[in-house]
DNA sequence: AAAAAATATGAGCAAATATTCATATGAAAT
DNA sequence: ATTTCATATGAATATTTGCTCATATTTTTT
């Protein structure tokens, strides 16, 4: 019971169904989750990085390929390979000088398709 | 042909394999698709944002209620309310002064998993 | 009609982020 | 060994973005 106590003052208006905020705080997943989903969205919420991940999709990449598809510099792009490297979503091979990029998550596609079922649905009106 | 033509410039690095680079980009979705694509997932890759999601999930809940249960200033859920409005994924009802929001799109729920299930994977090693 | 309450919104600010530029690293070719 | 090429990376810059603060709007209450 105490620890449902939070800070009234931080809001500027009054709690209007405090049974609500009770039950619904009970079901909230722990801060760490949260913070977590909503980094890897984050990851997919540029479109430099999507249309990586696209390009992905269809074949194994290596920088230099990517970053000429794109029309981007090669840094952008290895900047870019970098952020998804670290949200393992994309794995690397190297072969000699050059070094090859491929997707690393079976659920990237997933993601994507709901992801374009939500923006297609909503345009359909 | 000629389309295929880019601007080769704006890469410091010479094509190593141009049929891939060609393959690849006629299998690209359109700009407008993939920029849109990742507007959704901009939308979806914010804390605050997420919490609000996921406590509707649990229930239809006014301003107030979620600045409470968020511990956030109520204009603060304001300004994440209208980007969730505007994306589609929220909708509100009047009853007097209050506005009530609650999800509006079926597929919250499923890009929610597919990121869930992306976190968790990768979190067994 | 006036005050109060819930919500919305515009401007400003601070923090985060994507790209550029210069340069470092590492492997292959000469 | 030296040069060349593909990639990586740090610093700087420009843009985006989330929050705060003040205030507007709208409905209810008195």
Chains 1, 2 share one sequence.
């Not at 598809?69 to 000088?97: C, D, F, P």
């Amino acid at each position: 019971m105490n620890e449902n106590k939070v800070d009234f003052e931080r809001c500027d208006c009054n709690v209007i169904h405090e049974d609500v905020v009770n039950s619904v705080r009970d079901g909230m997943p722990h801060e760490e989750s949260l913070y977590d989903l909503a980094e890897i969205f984050k990851v997919f919420g540029d479109t430099t990085r999507i249309k990586i991940l696209y390009a992905l999709f269809a074949s194994e990449m290596c920088v230099c390929d990517i970053a000429v598809l794109l029309n981007m510099t090669q840094s952008a792009i290895s900047h870019q390979l970098r952020v998804l490297k670290q949200a393992r979503l994309v794995k690397y091979r190297k072969e000699g000088k050059v070094v090859y990029y491929s997707l690393d998550d079976e659920h990237v596609k997933q993601i994507f398709d709901q992801g374009l079922i939500h923006i297609t649905e909503r345009n359909k009106i």
